[in-house]
């Protein structure tokens, strides 16, 4: 028992060192950073916070990256919960093809996508806006929705759905009155994920977008100037980033492990 | 679950499918449309045939990087998988704030976008700034990741280590949690050997989600960009190009369309080809999963 904690320990200690050098060099100077190795900084500092926090250039691309983000999340959910329940509830022409179709979008190295999405949401008028970055990485997000949301729905028993329409619900109403609340963990969890791939994406967010809708990571290579790489600057933008993740997270913590497993445990 | 035969299902799948065919078929028709043709410039492009196809399947640069990427994928999938389970096998088996926090900690990789974990290490690696290299220096060994090609190859290596293996434990968590209590009851009156209930019991139940575990790792590190393009970009020399960089310099940095689109489908169609292998193994072991819960349960 206590070997296995021990080495438990050890695992989340590995895991959490690079982050705390990080964070911790997030409130160093940067003549503290390349002077000396300090385990916890002498001058503690917010300047690299504020500089984020006051300059528009740099707070825009959260903004940005959230905006996306969240639009990607709202699509996901929007088409792929009635794809995932046709698939869990019926037999239909090509459902086996579909499916796989589906999930071997998720297969495509998103390099593959890079220069026709350039064009092709250049040519519709979409490029460097918020929902050409939502719309590309739904290819990638929208099987896994699927894949998952498709496993929590053939959890719930198909007599729900009989009683249902036998006591004179109708599709939609069963839907959203009856159906919805029921896998709501499943919904969370989907959500989650959507969330998760879209915000941690770089090369497809930064390939879409120039200005009006760049993302924070794309931003982020700003910190390497002429004069060197502005170390501090570059740690507290990198910290920021892990914020939304960790508030997320802290929402579905429960039913996470399971939405790992696709819903299918 | 038995299902209804019903082609009006497909009134529900229309909208994802409208979108999701937008996204894909358009961009990948514009692939397979440039692979076949030699572009000039927006009016001009000749029908080239399988000439590009040709020389990408002899191009030494991608199969070095080819190369590079399996050696990857596969070390990267024998670390993790193991690392994984034992994490796994090690975490509380009880729910509360203790196994939540433990979960979130162990996720909070998976959260950071990527080109921040590249970055981390980045800093952390580094030998003058960085506890890692700066540790590794003070304990006698020669580690420079920039200059040299192994360290280069371990710090790309440990660094998905880091990223990646909490996915595996995670999968691995949720798939032990759903052993019912009752088999460990009967192998405590058995007196199994901690060897014999982790054999007979944990794993075969731990084979499914072991099967999506390295189905979602081969992909995703197969198509890893990214991370190792923060850290090292590529190099040194070309030690650490994995094939998106090479495609990626191909199709943007170089602009040469034609054997780019090629090369894009041919890594595509690999991808595939591999994905699809663990696709059917997986969907056997669901059905054999499913018998042997309706049995038990």
Known sequence: MIKKRLGLLAYILFVLLPIYWLIIMSFKTNEEILGSLTLWPANFTFDNYITIFTDPSWYMGYVNSITYVALNMVITLLVALPAAYAFSRYKFIGDKHLFFWLLSNRMAPPAVFLLPFFQLYSSVGLFDTHLAVALAHCLFSIPLAVWILEGFMSGVPKEIDETAYIDGYSFGHFFIKIFIPMIRSGIGVTAFFSFMFSWVELLLARTLTSVDAKPISAIMTRTVSASGIDWGLLAAAGVLTIIPGVLVIWFVRNHVAKGFALGRV | ?297
């Not at chain 2, 009016?43 to 399988?50: E, M, P, Q, R, S």
């Not at chain 2, 360290?151 to 759903?178: E, F, I, N």
């Not at chain 2, 310099?249 to 663990?278: C, E, H, R, T």
Request: aromatic fraction near 14%.
């Open chain 2, 1 to 297: 679950m038995n299902k209804v035969q019903n082609n009006k299902a497909w009134w529900l799948i229309l909208p994802m499918f409208a979108l999701v065919a937008f996204s894909a078929i358009i961009p990948l028709m514009t692939v397979v449309n440039y692979s076949v043709q030699d572009i000039f410039d927006q009016n001009t492009a000749y029908f080239v045939g399988v000439e590009w196809y040709q020389e990408v399947l002899r191009n030494e640069r991608l199969h070095d990087s080819l190369l590079r990427q399996f050696i990857f994928s596969f070390s990267i999938l024998a670390i993790e998988i193991p690392l994984g389970i034992l994490v796994a096998l090690m975490m509380p088996k009880t729910a509360g704030w203790k196994t939540s926090l433990t979960l979130i900690l162990l996720a909070l990789p998976l959260l950071i976008p990527w080109n921040v974990v590249g970055t981390i290490w980045q800093v952390f690696a580094r030998g003058d700034i960085g506890l890692f290299g700066w540790a590794m220096n003070a304990l006698g060994f020669e580690y420079n990741y920039t200059a040299n090609a192994i360290d280069a190859w371990l710090t790309v290596v440990l660094m998905d280590v880091w990223h990646w293996t909490p996915l595996v434990a995670l999968l691995c968590y949720s798939g032990l949690r759903a052993i019912p209590d009752a088999y460990y009851q009967a192998a405590k009156i058995d007196r199994a050997s901690r060897w014999a209930v982790f054999r007979y019991i944990q794993f075969p139940r731990l084979k499914a989600v072991l099967i999506i575990a390295v189905l979602l790792r081969f992909m995703d590190s197969f198509m890893i960009y990214t991370e190792p393009f923060v850290l090292t970009g590529g190099g040194p020399g070309n030690a650490t190009t994995f094939l998106s960089q090479t495609l990626t310099q191909m199709a943007i940095g170089q602009f040469d369309l034609g054997p780019a689109a090629a090369f894009s489908l041919i890594y595509f169609l690999i991808v595939l080809l591999v994905s699809w292998l663990f696709f059917t193994s997986l969907s056997l072991t669901d059905k054999d999963q499913l018998k042997q819960g309706s049995a038990s349960s």
